[in-house]
């Protein structure tokens, strides 16, 4: 089953929920490398969040040599995640946060969240 996430005409469009969380490759327009759609329901509860991963050769696993304008696979996994569990992204001047609009080029920080990402979480699900 591939993520109820399409692109026509270089814009994204989020299907309708089927009650599956899915996780998968796409391409993605411009230089987006990830998405995610979620689905609310009446009682404002999330019901179901798709992930659409870019296959280009920007994302990798491990970062070469000298690397430049690679990003970490598990940093854009763990935002897009955050997505998925109802986070969004932070306003401008957070760019060291996991949910920052921008993933940073060659860094694994992304991997684990920020105090704002963890403040976020903590908002929307309280201490655990
Ligand atoms: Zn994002």
Same mark, same amino acid.
């Given at each position: 089953?591939?993520?109820?996430?399409?692109?026509?005409?270089?814009?994204i469009y989020c299907g309708r929920p089927n009650s599956r969380n899915t996780v998968g490759w796409g391409q993605l327009p411009g230089n987006l490398?990830?998405?995610?759609?979620?689905?609310?329901?009446? &009682?404002? *509860?999330?019901?179901?969040?798709?992930? =659409? @991963?870019? +296959?280009?050769?920007?994302?990798?696993? /491990?970062?070469?040599?000298?690397?430049?304008?690679?990003?970490?696979?598990?940093?854009?996994?763990?935002?897009?995640?955050?997505?998925?569990?109802?986070?969004?992204?932070?306003? &401008?001047? *957070?760019?060291?946060?996991?949910?920052? =609009? @921008?993933? +940073?080029?060659?860094?694994?920080?992304? /991997?684990?969240?920020?105090?704002?990402?963890?403040?976020?979480?903590?908002?929307?699900?309280?201490?655990?």
């Open positions: 089953m591939k993520p109820n996430i399409f692109v026509r005409d270089r814009r490398l990830g998405w995610t759609c979620y689905w609310w329901n009446a &009682r404002q *509860h999330m019901v179901e969040a798709d992930m =659409r @991963l870019d +296959p280009g050769t920007r994302t990798v696993l /491990r970062y070469p040599p000298n690397c430049r304008n690679k990003f970490d696979l598990q940093s854009l996994a763990t935002h897009e995640w955050g997505h998925a569990y109802g986070l969004l992204h932070p306003p &401008r001047g *957070h760019a060291r946060l996991t949910m920052a =609009r @921008l993933l +940073p080029p060659c860094s694994k920080a992304p /991997r684990t969240l920020g105090l704002g990402d963890w403040r976020g979480m903590r908002k929307l699900y309280g201490l655990r």
